[in-house]
């Protein structure tokens, strides 16, 4: 036949496996008559594989292309940092998902899956360090990890310390804990709960919806809908509050002309709600900065310094605001201050130490230049043998930190490809430190994708499979 051996049906063979991973769609697409008939017409030559021909052999294929690709970059680098993530599916089936980053040798960073492994044993610390041993194993990477990201959860932590690996908590995870510290204030829990009354009710209803939307247009406004908040992501909850106090006199029309309808929002509900908008502002915007793929780790003090200075010149203008902010600062204090105590975050950062500091006098910022030069300085001593060599090092140190910051929206890798053959050894001690995430979003990514994967479709779908299938949705740019 025709196509059975050209490059033609090869390459349409990858882009069917690739379609199958980045989608997730079940094998048995190739049996559905619409894909047939749709496959047909692009080119009558072609002839789909078999359901099992495709799970079998060309999920395995590509998988092991695109591992064997992984595998060699990651021979090519010197430090790596990992993300891990339990999570479970639709069928309540728990998995470990490991993610791991590294610099190339173009200063470009990378995100890639190593793993997701089905996790049918408790999970206690010695099994997830077991499991994450396996895979760093597997990978040949056991000298290369610098650091693990993980939320906050004990036994993910211990695990950390039982591989003897350096620990550093998810900073998503940690902003999400002091958010959640203020919410849990009754001061808070009564008019949020109007709120999502307010969203169930036009969720719920038809009629509702079509009249807010309705009195939008009449006032000549782009119409918004409300926003319903999902447990898992306390930005959920900012943003339907946000959305609410825009709709806020919309939303009283149209219930005002409802029967049975919800409590509006009184005149003290929207201040509260507005100082508590103002007051979260800043941990949503944090959130958004430390999530995305680019270098993230050295924007933790930063941002760490950003949210206290925010909070600290708020003036809430309710009593209940007062409270709320009071309780902030102070989980602000207890859990992101202890960021400052992981001195290897601290390193990147060229800030004051002491966020309760003024932080923007040029005192403070010599004396943080300083006491970093210093910390530097006394490491090379130590590790170098080579007087010369530790001269020179000192030299090019001292070049760095005199130079002027790049701009924030600078790519500081970009700063390293530049002057990677002018700082000596620095560039190279940079990919150590970048390489590293501020949060285990990566990994966490999977879950909300992979849901998919483990649902009724493929209620049925072997681990292996499941593994594979993840793999090459997240690697596909390595075929």
Known sequence: MFMTVTAKRKEIDKALILMVCKDFQPFSIVEDTGFQNLVKILDPRYVLPSRPTLRDSLLKQNYEICKEKLF?????????????????????????????????????????????????????????????????????????????????????????????????????????????????????????????????????????????????????????????????????????????LELKNDITIVLLRMPNAPTVLNLEDSLGLQDLIEILSCFDDATKKVSGNYVTKSLIIPLVYGIYNHLINLQPSTSEGKIILQKTVESVKTRLFNYEEQRNVYEESLLPQNPEESYDTTESASNSGKSLFDFIETRIAEKSKNRTVTANSIIYLKEYTERPNINNDMDPLIFWNINKDSLGTIPTCAKKFLCVPATSVPSERIFSKAGIVVSDRRSRLKAKNENMLIFINQNDWLL
């Open 72 to 244: 060699a970059l990651l021979q090519n680098v010197c430090h790596v940092s990992l993300t891990c993530d339990l999570w479970s599916s639709r069928a309540n089936e728990s998995f470990l998902t490991v993610t791991c980053h590294f610099i190339d040798k173009d200063y470009k960073i990378h995100c890639t899956v190593l793993s997701t492994n089905k996790m049918d044993i408790n999970h206690t610390s010695e099994n997830i360090a077991t499991e994450i041993n396996l895979i760093i194993k597997d990978w040949d990477i056991v000298n290369k990890v610098v650091t693990i990201v993980t939320d906050n959860a004990s036994s993910m932590i211990k695990a950390c310390q039982i591989l003897k690996i350096r620990h550093l908590p998810c900073f998503a995870h940690t902003l999400n804990l002091v958010v959640q510290d203020s919410l849990k204030l009754k001061e808070v829990d009564c008019v949020i709960k109007k709120c999502k009354s307010l969203v169930t009710y036009f969720k719920n209803s038809n009629i509702a919806t079509h009249k807010l939307i309705t009195e939008q247009e009449n006032q000549n406004k782009k119409p918004l809908k409300v926003i319903q908040e999902v447990p898992t992501r306390w930005n959920s909850m900012y943003h339907m509050i946000k959305r609410i």
